[in-house]
Structures are given as structure tokens and as C-alpha cells.
């Protein structure tokens, strides 16, 4: 009895729902989009597309998606309405922030940033629902010499090979909030199966390190190749948790300036973020930030 009783439980919570597999293009050049953010309206559900533009999503007729990605117009589309099982997203037209073109030497390397490898313990994670993480770095006059991002590191562990996660580089505005792209394509980095310092190259970007500050922006990518199932018992019953890697480390501060804002989403709404989560006890001022580091050039 007890689990015909189950079985119609499991039966209602999915009645109407749906396996829903769609394929995102550019609406000018038919190619596939990667990585796609997609996430349902008004919920915590969301996945991403993987490298073939393609997804696979559970979902209601009557929802409502939202489809983004950098470099392209964020689309909302009711679920009923999707033909074909094609989504097609307008190249959006972007205003990145000035650059000034000027001669690289790469002589001199600034290290912003510290941390140690072997003493992190804590990690933030991603689980079902795709979500953004990111740093706050100050500008200081001491960059002046080694303006040029050229790389970043921060510390990885993943349960599956070659994991893929994608950074996002922001402007600061006056709240202190992610503001204009620097980069308005993804920055696809790889962290290795095991813990390591993962290093991502960017010093064929050029960008210089903004005088209103930089955020770093770590977007997990919820995709099979990503996916890592951990299966466990309470009172008999099995579970299954499911996390998307890798695991990001965070290290402890006591400078509310420093510590890691995590949002629900990763889509700007009216030019801002919203939905944010801290992380840490604000009653004894202890928070996390991410175990990240900055190499600067000239």
C-alpha cells in the first residue's frame, strides 16, 4: 500500500509536465549557440545548452523560458508556442566599454590577489539551477604601470573530467554591482578532475583593468558533461543529488567590500542583478570570497 501510495504521489507531482528538446540558433547565421543560459520565469529551474546549442528540459506547456547568452538579445518564449523545437536569438548590438589601443610589452606582472592552495576547505557549488557567482576587485594606482588583465586563477575541484565553466568581466557602477560588459563573448576555462589551480588566458583580450573596478564573474554551466550524481539513503528511502561542476574555493574575510555575491540568475534585468544571496554570518561579520587571483602585465 505504501508504495502504490508513492507511486501516485510521484504520478501527480508530474502530471503535466513534459520532456521538452530544443536546439538554439542565430536567427542571421542558423549556427548552434553553446551554453545558453535557459531558465524558467518566476522559479529556481534552469539548464544550459551544450556545445551542439541543444537541450533537454522537464517542463509545463503553460511555462514560460528564457533563453540568454552573451552577445546575443535575451528572449522570453512560452513553451506552447516553441515550433519546431527551434529557438532563434537575435545578435545583440553591444556597447563594450572604451579601450585604450596601446603597445604590450608584457615585462612586467602584478599579482592582485592571494591565496593558498592546500588550506582551502570550502567550496561553493552549483546545484540544479544554473547561478552566477562573483569578485569585487578595487582598482589601485599601483596598476598603472601593469594596466592589461593577462590571466586568472582560482582554485577548482571537480568529480568529473574536464568540467567547463564560463567567466563573465563587468564594469562596476555606482551601487557596486555588475554593471557593462568588458567581453561580450563567453571565456569557456576547464578545471582538471581533482582539485588544482586552474588558470585562464586572457591576455589576447587586451582589456585593461577598469579605474571604476573590475567583478569577476564565475557562471556554472548546467550540461550532461557537467552533471555528477551523488545517491544516498534517509530512513531507507534513496535520493539522488545532483551538482553541476566544478566546485569554485572560497576563503574567509572579514571585509564586507570582499566577500562573493552569488545571484540566482545570471540575467540583467533593467541594467541591474538581482536575487542575491550572502553567504556567511553578517552578525560577526564573516563572509567568503573567492579564492582568486589576478595577473596583470603590461
Not at 615585462?107 to 544554473?130: A, D, H, M, W
Request: proline share 3%.
Amino acid at each position: 500500500m505504501r508504495k502504490l501510495l508513492r507511486v501516485i504521489v510521484i504520478l501527480l507531482t508530474f502530471k503535466g509536465y513534459s520532456q521538452l528538446n530544443g536546439t538554439v540558433i542565430n536567427s542571421q547565421t542558423k549556427a548552434k549557440i553553446p551554453f545558453v543560459n535557459i531558465s524558467v520565469a518566476n522559479k529556481n529551474i534552469g539548464t544550459n545548452t551544450n556545445a551542439s546549442g541543444e537541450f533537454t528540459l522537464s517542463i509545463k506547456d503553460n511555462e514560460t523560458l528564457i533563453f540568454s547568452a552573451l552577445g546575443y538579445q535575451t528572449k522570453t518564449v512560452l513553451v506552447s508556442a516553441i515550433n519546431n523545437k527551434i529557438i532563434a536569438l537575435d545578435p545583440a548590438v553591444i556597447a563594450l566599454h572604451e579601450v585604450d589601443v596601446m603597445p604590450r610589452r608584457e615585462t612586467k606582472l602584478l599579482q592582485v590577489g592571494s591565496f593558498e592552495e592546500r588550506s582551502i576547505k570550502s567550496y561553493f557549488e552549483c546545484n540544479e539551477f544554473p547561478w552566477l557567482s562573483g569578485q569585487y576587485f578595487k582598482y589601485s594606482n599601483n596598476y598603472y604601470d601593469t594596466p592589461f588583465l593577462s590571466e586568472i586563477k582560482l582554485v577548482t575541484k571537480s568529480r568529473v573530467k574536464d568540467a567547463k565553466f564560463n567567466l563573465r568581466l563587468y564594469t562596476i557602477n555606482e551601487q557596486g554591482k555588475p554593471e557593462d560588459f568588458l567581453y561580450n563573448s563567453n571565456i569557456i576555462a576547464v578545471a582538471k578532475k581533482g582539485k588544482h589551480i586552474t588558470t585562464v588566458n586572457i591576455s589576447n583580450l587586451n582589456i585593461k583593468f577598469p579605474e571604476n573596478g573590475l567583478y569577476v564573474a564565475i557562471e556554472w554551466f548546467a550540461i550532461p558533461s557537467n552533471k555528477y550524481s551523488n545517491h544516498y539513503k534517509i530512513l531507507k528511502e534513496k535520493y539522488e543529488a545532483i551538482n553541476y561542476e566544478p566546485l569554485i574555493g572560497v576563503i574567509p574575510t572579514d571585509n564586507l567590500e570582499e566577500k562573493c555575491q552569488t545571484y540566482t540568475t545570471n540575467l540583467k534585468d533593467e541594467g541591474q542583478f538581482n536575487a542575491i544571496i550572502d553567504f556567511g554570518n553578517t552578525i560577526k561579520k564573516q563572509y567568503h570570497k573567492l579564492a582568486m587571483q589576478l595577473i596583470l602585465t603590461n
